[in-house]
């Protein structure tokens, strides 16, 4: 779930040998769990922690209110030096000069913005996010997008470029990557087990359809997706990876919900983090506050 949508609204921009048992020192390596359930006994599991597919069904909407990091006053800039001086400084003494650098940088507090996200099925989408005392907005009504970022001085609403486009449509909506996922023509294959924020979690590969790849990580304990591989982002002239780290799962009416996201790119030290601090269920929305205003 939380994704790409800074750069969409415009506002981050303004602010192996796999099975070798011998580790490099010649100790023994910590034996890699074994992988005792199938793919489909993974999602199953995963399915009834989040509250069950019938209970999901039967959200037909739902809406967040939170906060949403969107950077530091030189949070792109900083990055990208980054970037090009981490390739430049191949010393050890100079690398860790450059991580102190940035570790004292990222103790800085990011400056967090409200907002307001809807979503309704089939894949309409609307966010609004107060900034500078104006509100940017971006809609999406399942095919086609618009948005409007007043903080840039653009008042008038502009079309999702191509880009923008696919990348929303590859958005997870209301319930995620796994759910429905053969009806979807989605292939599920267990690629192995991983650590995420300290605990082993399944690796699950999704083929979609059109061949498309994804990766969804399941804790081995909770079987919570607290992974999730996102949509890549063209940053500095290049694709990167980017992934979403879900955490805080709450029950709301037996459904459980990740109340804090984190966004990381391949390759940038920044991260984004999204708090989410109440979740409506089945709310009221209207079709048309997910089309273009005429106004």
Do not use: C
């Amino acid at each position: 779930m939380l994704r790409k949508r800074l750069l969409v609204l415009g506002v981050a921009a303004a602010f192996s040998l796999s099975g070798a048992i011998w580790a490099a020192d010649g100790k023994a390596a910590p034996a890699k769990p074994a992988i005792k359930l199938s793919a489909e006994q993974i999602v199953e599991k995963n399915f009834a922690a989040r509250g069950g597919t019938t209970a999901w069904h039967g959200v037909q909407s739902m809406s967040w209110n939170g906060k949403m990091e969107v950077g530091y006053a030189d949070s792109v800039a900083r990055s990208q030096r980054y970037v090009s001086q981490a390739a430049a400084r191949t010393g050890r003494a100079e690398r860790m000069a450059l991580e102190e650098e940035e570790k004292n940088a990222q103790n800085a507090k990011q400056v967090e913005l409200p907002f307001v996200m809807e979503m309704k099925r089939p894949g309409k989408e609307r966010v609004e996010i107060e900034f500078g005392g104006k509100t940017a907005i971006q809609v999406y009504d399942g095919k086609d997008g618009w948005m409007m970022r007043p903080f840039l001085n653009r008042t008038d609403w502009e079309p999702f470029s191509q880009e923008q486009a696919k990348s929303q449509a590859d958005t997870l909506g209301i319930d995620g990557a796994l759910f429905d996922y053969a009806a979807k023509g989605t292939k599920v294959a267990v690629e192995g087990i991983e650590a995420v924020d300290g605990h082993d979690a399944y690796k699950l590969k999704l083929t979609r359809k059109g061949g498309e790849v994804r990766h969804v990580w399941i804790d081995t304990q909770s079987f919570l997706d607290v992974k999730v591989e996102g949509t890549p982002r063209r940053m500095d002239g290049k694709m990167h990876a980017v992934w979403i780290y879900q955490r805080d799962f709450r029950p709301v009416k037996g459904l459980m919900v990740p109340f804090a996201m984190e966004t990381a790119v391949e390759g940038y030290r920044d991260t984004h983090k999204m708090t989410i601090e109440k979740v409506g269920l089945n709310p009221q929305l209207a079709d048309t506050l997910f089309v273009k205003p005429t106004s």
